[in-house]
């Protein structure tokens, strides 16, 4: 239809049409599944369908003619009162919204036959339903033949339009886009009585003036690109930092009119001075006129401060509503991520055998498009853990004196500046023995411990990884990667996670998130002359220590913290920057981590709680070790954003290195400078170690790296004579990490040696056309091997 790459084709408007009307039949049917004989469901259903079928025919996809024309037939023969759509027969439409939102075109085999066996299992229902002449609405669908994905689209409009469209293939494009979209909006509004079609109208043939309404609608949507939207929001960030700058550029205006005004006084005090004087009566004027003239500047400054400041009210005032308004377009109603799960709930409790009553709440509340993304997958386990072991069998109930439909409710709210999203149940609660023996069973405490384990702490152990209560597989539960799941995901958007449970009355799951992911608060903190900045929901606590409680044990520094030692690091040798000048008898720290990996990290002094706007950073320059985006202060300067996890994982490598300094003392860079620095990158921990013993005890000066990524972060931001490193690693292998290694105009000279287990001569070929300059196996060297390749490549240790 077009040339303009830009715009979709007909076939993708098509898949749009279908995903819309897929929405409202599935929920329609929800409605229908509670509510049989519900009016505004069986009209919204029957519309949606007309609709899929009218757009369907329009792009010649002959499969969804006929589904949709079948489903149709159903809710029609419903509406009429001639059928009755109980379970099984819905269970037999939602098989055909799950066709609908995948049907692609008439070519698709795997579709016509998924919609060839749907069909048929609705005829079958449908021959069953009583005729009721004329009243049926059916329209004659065309065979096979007479419409093809392949043959030219043709819609019936008016002479006119006819003829501009077959003129102007934009025209056509838009006119069918229109009727697409007129098509769906109609669909999506509330139900009315159907109006009577005369025979022979075409399927979109009010498709202009719905467009044309639909066009003026102020709550219509829009679709616009996710980088679009967070560059507005940056950009509007930007923009109320910078409004903040007149403020104190008012301020030193200020400082301008005091000036002003005490010369003016001064200048007085001259006049004064000088009248009883007989001066030359030009002297006199020209007195008089530079009086004059700085009473007038005084005048005209002060009403330009008066401008000022006003302006920088409204200023300050409409950037405000800007970013506000910029950040609201990142958030959406919770309902746009919880659209399948009605459908889920249902689909679940029925293979399971039990009555439950699903419940939303707080389907309006705003949250932010990333942690709705995110969310789908953790509320799905969520809630088939809640079908699937808490709520009990309609019999059970029964016996229980509970009433056979259980009750299972999402609900999502705004609380104390977090979202709280809730899931709960009124099932059995959770069998705390049966979960002490199972922690038991499985090894992971032994029985005394479990014994004495709080109702809380026994709770934290449905969290572990493939942990389960379940002793058997189903297709439902029992690998335990449900709650496992759930954390991750938790704690990846700086969020908790809590269970409580009564026993006999039900479960209750709460998730704590934050409100968006484009806003965090932080704490800033300066290393080095530098302000970073560390997310709060990271830090565990803020300490002033002296340095007389830092002990030294086993060559590594600790601190007593909340009743155990943990260990202490400094931020220096975390970012790799010079050691602070002043030593004091106290340092700031901050406690970061949980578990066996809690650090306390040493920092230069605390800046104070800053609530920043993230700024992404450009994606050109990849990931940027210990560093996750940047932000503005108020101020306008930049401050960039630690990766606490990089954090940790930069603290654990240092560790393992053996590279840790004393927070006593600074440490002398210049004398490691001396030395030969070596990177080691491999993601296996034995090999690692084998290669940083066997270099370290011949004097050089070893680093690690986990991985390819790791090593090129490494590799920017410190200064090694040579790089050691395996091929086959996550996120990137060997030979890429050498290639741009080489590439890199200040890198090039950097000599680098693959050490694989492949003694493969396609990979040694690979290896050094990519610049490796040695290719050593390890299958086949021994540690005299290794140590002659690194001596040829940079010579001694010492140098």
């Known amino acids: 239809m077009t040339d303009d790459p830009r715009r979709p084709s007909l076939i993708d408007l098509f898949r749009e049409e279908a995903r819309t009307q897929a929405r409202v039949l599935n929920d329609g049917l929800l409605v229908i599944d509670r509510a ?12 949606a369908a007309h609709s899929l079928k009218g757009a369907a025919r329009i792009v010649g996809v002959q499969v969804g003619v006929e589904l949709a024309h079948a489903m149709e037939d159903c809710f029609v023969a419903a509406q009429e009162g001639r059928a009755l759509l109980d379970a099984e027969w819905i269970d037999e439409l939602l098989r055909g919204v799950d066709i609908v939102a995948r049907i692609g075109n008439d070519e698709d085999e795997s579709a016509r036959d998924a919609v060839g066996a749907c069909v048929a299992a609705l005829q079958a229902r449908m021959a069953g339903v009583v005729p009721h002449g004329a009243a049926v609405r059916r329209e004659v669908v065309p065979p096979v033949a007479a419409v093809s994905a392949a043959a030219p689209v043709v819609v019936t409009q008016p002479p006119a339009a006819t003829a501009d469209a077959s003129n102007d293939a ?6 069918l886009a229109d009727a697409l979209r007129a098509e769906a909006a109609e669909a999506m509004t509330p139900a009315v009585a159907p109006a009577s079609v005369p025979p022979g109208t075409p399927a ?3 498709a ?6 639909s066009a003026n609608e102020p709550g219509r949507m829009l679709r616009v690109r996710a980088d679009n939207l967070d560059r507005l929001l940056s950009l509007s960030g930007e923009s109320l930092v910078e409004s903040r700058w007149l403020k104190p550029f008012a301020q030193s205006m200020l400082r301008v009119k005091r000036v002003q005004r005490d010369s003016t006084r001064a200048l007085d005090r001259l006049h004064e001075t000088l009248a009883d004087l007989k001066l030359d009566p030009r002297a006199h004027a020209a007195l008089e006129e530079l009086r004059r003239l700085t009473a007038e500047s005084q005048h005209l400054l002060a009403d330009r401060l008066a401008d000022l400041e006003s302006f920088d009210r409204r200023s300050t005032h409409l950037s405000q509503q800007l970013y506000d308004a910029a950040l609201q377009c990142r958030m959406r109603p919770f309902g746009d991520g919880t659209g399948g799960l009605a459908r889920m709930v249902r689909d679940v409790a029925r293979s399971l055998g039990k009555k439950v009553r699903w419940q939303l709440v707080g389907e309006s509340t705003q949250v932010d498009r990333d942690i709705l993304d995110l969310l789908e997958a953790p509320l799905g386990h969520m809630l088939r853990n809640a079908l699937d072991h808490g709520i009990e069998a309609p019999a059970v109930r029964l016996a229980r004196g509970k009433p056979e439909e259980g009750t299972l409710t999402l609900d999502a709210r705004h609380t104390a500046g977090a979202l709280l999203i809730t899931v709960s149940d009124d099932g059995a609660g959770i069998d705390l023995e049966a979960l002490r023996a199972s922690i038991v069973r499985k090894k992971l405490a032994s029985g005394e411990t479990a014994a004495r384990l709080s109702e809380a702490e026994l709770l934290e152990f449905l969290f572990l990884p493939g942990f389960s209560l379940r002793d058997q597989v189903t297709e439902v539960s029992g690998r335990g990667v449900g709650l496992d799941a759930v954390h991750d995901v938790v704690k990846r958007v700086r969020g908790t ?7 006999g009355l039900g479960t209750r799951v709460q998730l704590q998130l934050p409100l968006t992911l484009s806003v965090i608060r932080s704490l800033l903190i300066e290393v080095a002359g530098e302000p970073y900045a560390v997310p709060l929901a990271h830090v565990n606590r803020t300490l002033h220590v002296s340095r007389a409680d830092i002990e030294l044990l ?18 220096h040798q975390i970012l790799d920057t010079a050691p602070p000048a002043d030593q004091g008898g106290t340092v700031c720290m901050i406690v970061i981590g949980d578990g066996p990996q809690t650090y306390g990290v040493v920092v230069d002094r605390f800046l104070g709680e800053r609530m920043l706007v993230v700024q992404p950073l450009d994606p050109r320059l990849g990931k940027i070790r210990n560093i996750t985006a940047g932000a503005l202060m108020e101020n306008g300067d930049p401050v960039l954003i630690a990766d606490v996890d990089d954090w940790l994982r930069s603290v654990e490598r240092l560790v393992a290195g053996g590279d840790l300094k004393h927070a006593q003392h600074g440490g002398a860079r210049a004398a490691q400078r001396a030395t030969r620095r070596v990177l080691v990158v491999d993601d296996s921990l034995t090999v690692r170690e084998l290669e940083r013993k066997l270099l370290a005890t011949r004097g050089y000066d070893v680093t690690i790296a986990v991985d390819g990524m790791d090593g090129w972060n490494a590799v920017r931001g410190e200064r090694f004579d040579l790089v050691i490193t395996d091929i086959d690693m996550p996120r990137m292998d060997g030979i890429e990490l050498v290639t741009l290694i080489k590439r890199d105009p200040q890198l090039h000279a950097l000599p680098v040696m693959i050490v694989s287990y492949k003694d493969r001569e396609e990979d040694r070929r690979a290896g050094l056309d990519a610049g490796a300059d040695y290719y050593l196996a390890k299958g086949s060297f021994h540690d005299e091997a290794l140590l002659d390749a690194v001596r040829d490549l940079i010579g001694e240790a010492y140098g």
């Open 36 to 47: 049989p004989g519900d009016p505004a469901a069986l009209e919204a259903c029957m519309r």
């Open 204 to 206: 979109n043939a009010p």
């Open 497 to 503: 996670v809590r269970i409580t449970q009564e026993p």
């Open 554 to 571: 086993e060559g590594h520094q600790h601190i007593a913290f909340s009743g155990r030692r943990i260990g202490v690091v400094t931020a």
């Open 208 to 213: 202009s003036a719905n467009a044309n309404s």
């Open 170 to 175: 934009d025209a056509a494009f838009n006119l």
